[in-house]
């Protein structure tokens, strides 16, 4: 019997440019819910950077976990 194996890989930006979708996503963030401009100089600056690090670069350190979490899913949903 002849077995298969698999591995993916996470080849964002590799095999799908999704920057831009990620950007808009962040301005309807803006738009919708902050109401804090995302700019793409902080886009250029944030790239490759994880939610956690980007939100309260953004919005203001301090954020709880949980708010960070909160905008993270929702940015993900949107």
Same mark, same amino acid.
């Given at each position: 019997? #002849? ?5 993916? @890989? ?13 950007? #808009?996503? @962040? ?10 401009? @995302?700019?793409?100089? #902080? ?11 980007? @939100? ?23």
């Amino acid at each position: 019997m #002849l077995r298969q194996h698999a591995v993916i @890989f996470d080849m964002d930006g590799v095999l799908v440019d999704s920057n831009e979708a990620h950007f #808009l996503t @962040f301005q309807r963030m803006a738009a919708e819910i902050t109401g804090k401009p @995302f700019t793409r100089e #902080l886009w250029a600056r944030s790239i490759g950077m994880h939610n956690k690090t980007i @939100f309260p670069m953004w919005l203001g350190e301090g954020m709880s976990d949980a708010r960070i979490n909160e905008l993270a899913d929702l940015k993900e949903a949107m």
